[in-house]
């Protein structure tokens, strides 16, 4: 899939006669052909996340969906009597999707019209098309995830984390607790590869370096015994945020080396980035060695870097950065690490070097 034409991220359907046959405000009774709820499912297991814009009654249309044993598989529901542009841009704006990723289906010309009109780069399919779509090399992604696989799942706790933390009144750090946090670093397991080469690809705010690490090189290097591929994952009471985060760390006797750091600008605001620094810098100090971090400065990851300095990297003429020296564009950061305390906004499992590398909580 090229660039202008990326993978579909979210579909929108509309309902009458389109997701079901007939028209619930005039028959009273719709059904869902087995072929569509087929569809549906199928999306679903592939990551693609589905909404609805119809023009109905909410409650009544809803709850066809939920006698249907269909509501489950739908996010931000915008059932009401506005134009479905709004609808598709208020679905997009909230799942922070760009609209070249959003697709949406509906039986009306005059309805996909409208949407096009106002919002050119959503691709519309008539409704006769919903059987073919898992045909369609836009709804077929080349790979399909541990995270895709329950990215609905993910995306509904997030939803339901906003809300709480919209109603909250105390500290943020109280909120924060409040979550029961709980962050894994770990080696990357074959299942996981794809996802961290993904993270390398698509986070930019968030990444040391920018640079790019094929599924062929990840895995390489993680069969490296002088390399660590670490990836990053989160849950909380309201369930999975699922991996968040890579590091690419080259270790010698005297230095660990990050090659890369990237994480998920979804987790900034728990202070994701400055907890993975502060246990590296502990699990540094407890090996009795250097940090060494590869920074490549673009126009969008600002925030990395504030991060790094933060943290106390700084530049350096330490003798352990000679086997390090910077590519073109890139600056090497130099910490010598001492104790950090855990954090107490969440509980972190990590590799011990005390212990062989075995994970443990970081306590």
Same mark, same amino acid.
């Given at each position: 899939?090229?660039?202008?034409?990326?993978?579909?991220?979210?579909?929108?359907?509309?309902?009458?006669?389109?997701?079901?046959?007939?028209?619930?405000?005039?028959?009273?009774?719709?059904?869902?052909?087995?072929?569509?709820?087929?569809?549906?499912?199928?999306?679903?297991?592939?990551?693609?996340?589905?909404?609805?814009?119809?023009?109905?009654?909410?409650?009544?249309?809803?709850?066809?969906?939920?006698?249907?044993?269909?509501?489950?598989?739908?996010?931000?529901?915008?059932?009401?009597?506005?134009?479905?542009?709004?609808?598709?841009?208020?679905?997009?704006?909230?799942?922070?999707?760009?609209?070249?990723?959003?697709?949406?289906?509906?039986?009306?010309?005059?309805?996909?019209?409208?949407?096009?009109?106002?919002?050119?780069?959503?691709?519309?399919?008539?409704?006769?098309?919903?059987?073919?779509?898992?045909?369609?090399?836009?709804?077929?992604?080349?790979? =399909?995830?541990?995270?895709?696989?329950?990215?609905?799942?993910?995306?509904?706790?997030?939803?339901?984390?906003?809300?709480?933390?919209?109603?909250?009144?105390?500290?943020?750090?109280?909120?924060?607790?409040?979550?029961?946090?709980?962050?894994?670093?770990?080696?990357?397991?074959?299942?996981?590869?794809?996802?961290?080469?993904?993270?390398?690809?698509?986070?930019?705010?968030?990444?040391?370096?920018?640079?790019?690490?094929?599924?062929?090189?990840?895995?390489?290097?993680?069969?490296?015994?002088?390399?660590?591929?670490?990836?990053?994952?989160?849950?909380?009471?309201?369930?999975?945020?699922?991996?968040?985060?890579?590091?690419?760390?080259?270790?010698?006797?005297?230095?660990?080396?990050?090659?890369?750091?990237?994480?998920?600008?979804? =987790? =900034?605001?728990?202070?994701?980035?400055?907890?993975?620094?502060?246990?590296?810098?502990?699990?540094?100090?407890?090996?009795?060695?250097?940090?060494?971090?590869?920074?490549?400065?673009?126009?969008?990851?600002?925030?990395?870097?504030?991060?790094?300095?933060?943290?106390?990297?700084?530049?350096?003429?330490?003798?352990?950065?000679?086997?390090?020296?910077?590519?073109?564009?890139?600056?090497?950061?130099?910490?010598?690490?001492?104790?950090?305390?855990?954090?107490?906004?969440?509980?972190?499992?990590?590799?011990?070097?005390?212990?062989?590398?075995?994970?443990?909580?970081?306590?």
């Amino acid at each position: 899939m090229s660039e202008a034409q990326p993978v579909v991220k979210c579909l929108i359907w509309d309902l009458d006669n389109t997701l079901w046959r007939g028209t619930l405000i005039e028959d009273g009774h719709v059904e869902v052909d087995e072929a569509v709820r087929k569809v549906v499912v199928e999306l679903d297991a592939r990551g693609v996340l589905q909404a609805v814009s119809s023009r109905n009654d909410h409650d009544e249309a809803w709850a066809r969906l939920e006698e249907l044993g269909l509501a489950e598989y739908f996010v931000l529901p915008q059932i009401g009597w506005g134009p479905k542009s709004e609808s598709v841009r208020r679905i997009a704006e909230r799942l922070n999707f760009a609209t070249k990723t959003i697709a949406f289906i509906d039986d009306l010309p005059t309805e996909r019209a409208e949407v096009a009109y106002h919002l050119p780069d959503v691709r519309c399919y008539p409704a006769e098309q919903a059987e073919a779509l898992l045909d369609l090399p836009e709804f077929s992604p080349p790979v =399909v995830t541990v995270d895709a696989r329950r990215r609905r799942m993910m995306y509904r706790a997030g939803f339901e984390r906003d809300r709480e933390r919209e109603q909250y009144r105390g500290a943020d750090e109280e909120f924060l607790r409040s979550l029961d946090l709980e962050m894994r670093i770990a080696k990357a397991r074959d299942e996981e590869i794809t996802r961290v080469e993904e993270l390398t690809l698509r986070t930019s705010q968030m990444n040391a370096t920018g640079v790019h690490y094929s599924d062929a090189a990840l895995r390489a290097l993680a069969r490296d015994e002088d390399h660590d591929v670490l990836v990053v994952s989160m849950s909380d009471r309201f369930g999975p945020h699922g991996a968040v985060g890579v590091m690419l760390i080259e270790k010698t006797p005297q230095t660990w080396h990050i090659k890369l750091l990237a994480t998920s600008c979804r =987790v =900034v605001s728990f202070g994701a980035g400055a907890v993975l620094l502060r246990w590296l810098t502990d699990a540094a100090a407890r090996a009795r060695v250097h940090l060494a971090a590869d920074f490549r400065r673009t126009e969008r990851n600002r925030m990395m870097e504030v991060a790094y300095r933060f943290a106390g990297f700084a530049d350096a003429d330490c003798t352990c950065l000679a086997s390090f020296p910077p590519t073109q564009g890139t600056e090497v950061l130099h910490l010598e690490p001492v104790h950090q305390e855990p954090p107490t906004t969440m509980r972190v499992t990590a590799p011990d070097p005390r212990a062989g590398g075995r994970e443990a909580e970081w306590a």
